[in-house]
């Protein structure tokens, strides 16, 4: 069996030009969310793995025009399901005009693979479908199955995409699931925070601007609420004790790529005053303003006490109204769990250094792996430019993560009937 392993990634070094041009096709291929249409690169995927001998695809439309992708190769016997997640739409082109390439011309220059959405992720989904193309012709060697799920709606909610499969599809639910999402080859995300987006209201009075005093300032009164909301950064959170030491010992690898005061901020909330709107003219007084919130914690904090806090600090103040629009726990996955390990070992192999573990930052679909007890981790490209102008991921990040995901596919299905 170690022969066998061994030949088998040896074979993975040999794909470079394969998986550059992958790469370079989704990246040509527009995405954007809004509007949310998946339906080309949908096709360019669907494309890609119907070429594969032994492999079984199929698209899943849930709500035209966001299309989602289902692919499968099957071992010898019956044995575990491993499933690669990863999401097809990708965030709008802002302005065109400050790229110095086309947003969706594929470029590959200088080691770089350009376009809207390569690291986030058409990096990580050249990884999955590749991973998948070069496991199905060694399939008698490993038990169980490795399933693609390409999905739509991950910018949007995931309603369409994610969590319908996990829904409809019993394919999408494994024993394990290894997500693409951005990130860097030298750190694997076990787990995220938790989020809870508001949007904060206050009514007061209008009035002409020389009579203030027969009016009731609405903007006045929001910026007294967001004061005190911003007060929810100083609010401890009792993060577990093993988090802490993952996130402590990552910190080496994972902030000089993350940015500093990334330890930092995966240990306390954070808020972010995304919105503001208040007023119509210079000269009166606003009846009306308003602002969204993205409140992110860590675990250890929970909704129900970051809710109860934020009632707590606005329920006297006149005028002041709450609504919450979104919301999720923080979630993870043991780091001493088997996909983690084997992400980092496999890390280790191809890089000649093993990837930190820690947290991520931001939520992705895999939070929604977590919530019906399926171990997963985070494992993409590193984010140059991400969502802004000249994106670009890296060749040797892309065969970084080829390889990683390749391998931990084959170690998964291969050590276990």
């Known amino acids: 069996m170690a022969d ?3 030949a088998f990634a040896k074979g993975l070094e040999a794909q470079r030009a394969r998986v550059v041009e992958l790469c370079s096709r989704l990246a040509a291929t527009d995405s954007q969310n809004p509007p949310g249409d ?56 802002a302005d065109p005009t400050q790229w110095t390439v ?68 019993k394919l999408a639910l494994g024993d394990a699931m290894l997500s693409g999402d951005v990130g860097s080859p030298h750190v694997a995300r076990f787990g995220e925070k938790g989020f809870l987006w508001l949007e904060v209201q206050a009514a007061g009075k209008s009035a002409g601007g020389a009579h ?9 009164r929001l910026m007294a609420a967001l004061g005190r909301l911003q007060g929810l950064e100083k609010l401890a959170c009792p993060v577990p004790a093993s988090l802490l030491a993952a996130i402590d010992a990552a910190a080496p690898i ?30 009166q007084v ?24 934020v009632e707590r600090l606005t ?12 919301s999720a726990e923080p979630n993870w996955t043991d780091p001493a769990s088997e996909i983690v390990q084997l992400v980092q070992r496999n890390g280790a192999e191809v890089l000649g250094r093993r990837p930190a573990a820690t947290l991520r930052h931001g939520f992705s679909d895999s939070r929604l792996y977590r919530l019906r007890d399926i171990p997963c981790v985070v494992y993409g490209a ?14 040797d990040d892309l065969m970084a993560l080829f390889r990683v995901h390749a391998l931990t596919a084959y170690d998964f299905l291969a050590t276990k009937a």
């Not at 299309?67 to 575990?80: Q, S």
């Not at 203030?212 to 006045?220: M, Q, R, S």
């Not at 590193?382 to 890296?394: G, K, L, R």
Request: aromatic share 6%; net charge negative.
């Open 4 to 6: 066998a392993r061994a």
């Open 38 to 93: 998946t339906g080309a690169i949908a096709q360019v995927c669907y494309d890609a793995l119907a070429a594969v001998p032994g492999v079984e695809v199929r698209k899943v439309v849930a709500k035209a025009p966001m299309t989602n992708i289902v692919g499968r190769v099957a071992g010898a016997k019956p044995g575990r399901r491993l499933v690669f997640n990863g999401h097809l739409d990708t965030g709008p082109v």
């Open 102 to 169: 086309p947003p969706f011309g594929g470029v590959v220059r200088d080691g770089r693979i350009y376009g809207r959405g390569v690291c986030d992720m058409k990096a990580g989904l050249t990884a999955g479908i590749m991973a998948l193309a070069m496991l199905a012709p060694v399939r008698e060697q490993f038990s169980g199955e490795f399933v693609v799920t390409l999905v739509a709606d991950e910018g949007s909610g995931a309603q369409w995409g994610t969590t319908y499969l996990l829904e409809n599809e």
């Open 212 to 220: 203030t005093y027969l009016g009731i300032n609405a903007v006045d």
């Open 254 to 283: 994972s902030e000089p790529m993350a940015g500093a005061g990334e330890t930092d901020t995966l240990k306390r909330i954070t808020v972010n005053v995304g919105v503001f709107e208040g007023g119509r003219k210079i000269n």
């Open 286 to 309: 606003p009846n009306l303003a308003q602002a969204q919130l993205d409140l992110r914690f860590p675990p250890g904090m929970t909704l129900a006490v970051l809710r109860a806090e």
């Open 315 to 326: 329920r006297d103040l006149p005028g002041i109204s709450v609504e919450e629009l979104d």
């Open 382 to 395: 590193t984010p140059h430019n991400s969502n802004a102008p000249d994106e670009y991921a890296e060749v």
